[in-house]
């Protein structure tokens, strides 16, 4: 028989928890610091993942420091498209 490993996928719920704690501590709190304010408990490699598909969709950058950064900005999107902004 195989070994098979299953990944633990993050909630919907967990993810909404981490993107607010972001925003609320952007540019001030390192990876491991952040992890610590999180208001409910969550296993490390899940946070790790929760941050890789964040930083994949473009919400947030983390600084060679490995400071968390958001940068989604919605509003300011769709500033820039109503100014006929070309995106390639």
Same mark, same amino acid.
């Given at each position: 028989?195989?070994? $098979?490993? $299953?990944?633990? *996928? #993050?909630?919907?719920?967990?993810? %909404?928890? $981490?993107?607010?704690?972001?925003?609320?501590? *952007?540019?001030e =709190?390192? =990876?491991?610091? %952040?992890?610590?304010?999180? #208001? /409910? =408990?969550?296993?490390?490699?899940?946070?790790?993942?929760?941050? !890789?598909?964040?930083?994949? *969709?473009?919400?947030? @950058?983390? !600084?060679? !420091?490995g400071? $968390?950064?958001?940068?989604?900005?919605?509003? /300011? @999107?769709? /500033?820039?498209? *109503?100014? !006929? %902004?070309?995106? /390639?």
């Amino acid at each position: 028989m195989e070994n $098979v490993t $299953v990944m633990h *996928s #993050p909630t919907l719920e967990s993810v %909404l928890m $981490v993107e607010k704690a972001i925003q609320k501590y *952007s540019a001030e =709190k390192g =990876k491991y610091q %952040l992890w610590k304010k999180l #208001p /409910r =408990k969550m296993m490390y490699q899940t946070y790790q993942t929760i941050l !890789d598909y964040l930083a994949e *969709s473009g919400k947030i @950058i983390i !600084d060679k !420091d490995g400071i $968390v950064i958001w940068t989604y900005n919605p509003e /300011r @999107i769709k /500033r820039l498209i *109503s100014e !006929d %902004l070309l995106v /390639r």
